[in-house]
């Protein structure tokens, strides 16, 4: 079953806009939740990740919000641009000694000039 | 920093043949790889976990003698698809794990064509 839920499935902005993603978890057992970014044909690049101890976390144009009472993170792009234009994904990592990703469904994002 | 390649980026082959894929880590010693299947415009799907110097870890579903994962080094990680089929046809991607963190960083990912 599907753990992490991510919305929505794509999103449409214009240029200099802000790019909000959701993802919902369903399990506490979670320690760490990264996003990734990824380009067609390209493998995920980690952009930013937060642990759940921190509220938020800001790099740059991008922020992670957390609400751990809510089991809710999502991403926040400020100024988007166009070479923002990709597919996010959120993930959850579980807490045991596996270290295994949950991946959430996937948004795709496309930002108009 | 933590730089992981894959080898080769893209591959053909007939259906019934093997293929091996590679997974390195450029600088720095990954004590844990992952393989990922991605399809077009899904998410990534986890098929097992190695760690170096012993037997990978198979998800639910995913045949351990179809798809052969090695380990042999902190470095090196290959995943084998054996006769392969039309439908293994996808987007293999590796990720590689060390430090204390235990962040995974990923490969650019082969993709797969089964003919």
């Known amino acids: 079953q599907q753990q992490v839920k991510q919305s929505p499935q794509s999103l449409t902005v214009q240029k200099g806009g802000i790019s909000i993603i959701n993802c919902a978890y369903e399990?506490?057992?979670?320690?760490?939740f990264p996003w990734y970014q990824q380009f067609p044909g390209k493998g995920p690049a980690l952009l930013i990740a937060?642990?759940?101890?921190?509220s938020e976390k800001k790099e740059g144009r991008f922020t992670i919000s957390f609400n751990k009472s809510a089991k809710q993170f999502s991403l926040h792009i400020m100024d988007s641009q166009p070479g923002d234009s990709a597919t996010y994904f959120c993930?959850?990592?579980?807490?045991?000694?596996?270290?295994?990703?949950?991946f959430g469904s996937g948004t795709r994002l496309l930002v108009r000039p | 920093g933590a730089v992981v390649s894959q080898h080769p980026s893209w591959v053909i082959c007939k259906s019934g043949t093997s293929v091996k894929i590679e997974c390195r880590s450029l600088?720095?010693?990954?004590?844990?790889m992952f393989w990922y299947r991605q399809f077009p415009k899904q998410s990534l799907m986890l098929m097992a976990t190695?760690?170096?110097?012993?037997?990978?870890?198979?998800e639910q579903g995913v045949e351990k003698d179809k798809f052969l994962i090695n380990h042999a080094s902190l470095t090196l990680s290959t995943l084998t698809v054996t006769s392969a089929h039309p439908e293994d046809s996808s987007f293999y991607i590796c990720?590689?794990?060390?430090?204390?963190?235990?962040?995974?960083?990923f490969g650019p990912g082969t993709r797969l064509t089964v003919t």
């Open positions: 937060i642990r759940p101890d921190v």
């Open positions: 399990n506490t057992a979670f320690d760490y």
């Open positions: 990720s590689a794990s060390g430090g204390r963190r235990g962040e995974q960083y």
């Open positions: 190695s760690n170096e110097g012993s037997k990978a870890t198979y």
């Open positions: 993930a959850a990592r579980q807490m045991d000694s596996s270290y295994k990703l949950i």
């Open positions: 600088d720095f010693q990954a004590t844990t």
